[in-house]
């Protein structure tokens, strides 16, 4: 009997345990569900959900007429939710061939049993996020949801377009340095315009909602944002395209014809500052071809040579010291300081000749024996007259990247006998081409100095959010008397002196020839027995009324042509006649456009943004009842007519009478690389509308804005 109670007690011992133990699952099942709920909730909510950043649109880069210099162009990310959830096996499965053979079609890169083994496969893995494609145009999806399954939209079909972003600049290499980049992966890493007005193109960050899903993917969890993004405004630059085109187009060819390593081109408005076109093209060892690697304008800072003469001279000047028609012993060609004998390149020398025949002839023996003269013992008055032109101070320009000024000073570490005479022709200081280039905009503006700028205003859609007016240095660098005998100096180089090469019949010009030897660090002068030079040329145009200044810098000039008259000069030439016979031509324009009573001329394009525009402007039109995306226009005297423009997938679109940016949103969107030349609207096309667009291949735009 004792066993039998034995065996029961036991037994109540284990059932009671077992009643604890399931009474105290229950129990925290209880507290679990009822008192700690939220806890665990924002868990697991915090493990399967988070916030996703959305990246804004940035805005765009304009020049100063409004065209576009860099852009973000929308491509998605194809992604596919292929689970039983979400798309039925009857959908599935009686769909999936036709599905898989106008994929086949339209990619033109896998059979369409290839795409029905991936389509299969996602399907048996029951993957909810299936990466399809990337890098896919507008058109490209507006296809691809007509296409079988996919037409069901997100919930029933599957389809998931992600857009993204991918900037891009129209116009190429024009001021690409200058316009520059951001980092994505490091916004640390910046340059150009991109970088240094990154606040203000880059707008603000939204935020998707999304989960994690099987295969450790995120899926967004509704369509809807729960903070929609806020566009980036548009940074619209003092760059003027076509003058961009000009000084690129000259400085190339000229580094080719004489072997170049890198050279650079600024173009300044002189009463502004506005930098109206800014080309630094070195070379690309790669393949042999000039390319925007580094912002030399800028950046790069050397001994400038006989263009520094200038601000020598003018020293001279403002201290009462000199006068034009002073005159100077330059004997036989060279001079003797200490150790180091200065020379000038006309051997025979020049004799007994004035300030401004010294200045002319670029008298190397003439410039050191005036500042010997008036300046040894008084060595800071010289560099405190130099400081005074703000030749010594950062210029502290829009972007970042600008070389640092350097002229010493007495009692400095490499201070010397020789200092004052080599300063006197543009050696033992560094100056990049910038700093050169506003100290003569200073004296083609009367004594003003203004500080070079690349941007105008900051646009948000159109108006008006920030304007950079013009800021001034100094309003007065030196006396009227000074900036007169400047003048005239400038005016005599090329009316009488090294730059003869650059008188022109209907254009004036006034500037200062350079040739300076190239220091190679530790090498000195003569790196591996070879003398280096850097030709320059700094001036203004028209000499008698300056409306814009410009610097021309080549470096290392290698076909024994090495001469600022002869390898710089050129191209200061061809852009000041160009510039002006443009001004020219705008100017009658304007004056024609006073009598034109006609409704204005109108490009093709986006319906949308035609209308808007032309609706805004209170200028009448003529349209069908609905409007396709892609319009051609006609006017009248008095009305534009609008009419649809086909546009058909894999063919070559028709964009002749398109602005640029929306010819190379259709052409880029068929797969085709596109090379313009000129401005304005598509006169012609080298591939003629309705051919087969073949993927990779290049077409050829010429533009025009007559």
Known sequence: MSLKKDILWRVAIVYAGVLMAGLAIIGKIVYLQF???????????????????????????????????????????????????????????????????????????????????????????????????????????????????????????????????????????????????????????????????????KGTTGIKIVRKISGGYWMPVSDENEVDPVDGYD?????????????????????????????????????????????????????????????????????????????????????????????????NGSIRFYDKIIRDSHEEGYGKISVQRIFEVSSNVGCATIVD???????????????????????????????????????????????????????????????????????????????????????????????????????SICSASTIRMAKKMLEGVVENGTAMNLKGTHLKIAGKTGTAQIARARFGYRADSKISYQASFCGYFPAENPKYSCIIVINSPSNSVYYGNVVAGPVFKEIAEKVYSSEMGAIRASLSSKLQKDAPATKSGSSELLTTALDKLGIDMTMPRTLPEWVTTQRDSLQIKIMPRKTIRNLVPDVQGMGLRDALYLLENEGLRVSFNGYGTVRSQSIAPGTVAEKGHTIYLELTNQ
């Open 35 to 201: 008192f700690n709920a939220r806890k665990w909730l924002e868990q697991e909510r915090a493990i399967s959900i988070r916030n996703q950043v959305i990246e804004p649109y940035r805005g765009d880069i304009l020049d100063c007429k409004g065209r576009l210099l860099a852009t973000s162009v929308p491509y998605y990310e194809i992604r596919l939710d292929m689970s039983r959830a979400t798309v039925s096996d009857e959908i599935f499965y009686q769909k999936i061939d036709s599905l898989s053979y106008c994929l086949a079609r339209f990619f033109n890169d896998k059979p369409k049993a290839e795409y029905k083994r991936i389509l299969l496969q996602a399907r048996r893995e029951n993957k909810r996020y299936f990466l399809l494609k990337k890098n896919i145009s507008y058109f490209q999806l507006k296809e691809l949801k007509t296409f079988p399954i996919f037409r069901l939209g997100k919930h029933r079909g599957g389809f998931i377009a992600v857009q993204q972003y991918i900037r891009k600049q129209p116009y190429l290499d024009l001021a690409s340095r200058t316009l520059g980049y951001l980092s994505q992966s490091e916004r640390g890493n910046i340059v150009g315009i991109e970088g240094a007005f990154d606040n203000e193109l």
């Open 235 to 331: 940074v619209v630059t003092t760059i003027d395209v076509e003058l961009q085109d000009v000084a690129t187009d000259a400085l190339r060819r000229q580094l080719i014809k004489h072997n170049a390593h890198h050279g650079c081109v600024i173009l300044m408005e002189v009463a502004t500052g506005e930098i109206k076109a800014i080309a630094n093209l070195g070379l690309d060892n790669a393949d042999n071809t000039y390319k925007e690697l580094y912002n030399y304008a800028i950046g790069e800072s050397t001994e400038p040579g006989s263009t520094f003469k200038l601000p020598v001279l003018m020293a001279c000047m403002e201290d009462g010291f000199i006068t034009l028609e002073d005159t100077f012993n330059t004997g």
């Open 373 to 475: 003269r008036f300046y040894r013992g008084r060595e800071r008055k010289f560099v405190d007259r130099l400081y005074s032109f703000h030749l010594n101070r950062p210029l502290g320009l829009d972007i970042r990247g600008e070389a640092e000024p350097h002229i010493k000073y007495p009692g400095d570490k490499f201070w010397s006998g020789i200092s004052l005479p080599m300063m006197s022709h543009g050696y033992e200081l560094q100056l990049a081409p910038i700093h050169i280039l506003t100290f003569y905009n200073a004296v083609a503006n009367n004594g003003k100095m203004v500080k070079p700028r690349l941007v105008k205003e900051i646009r948000a859609h159109g108006n008006i959010i920030r304007k950079y007016d013009t800021e001034i240095i100094d309003p």
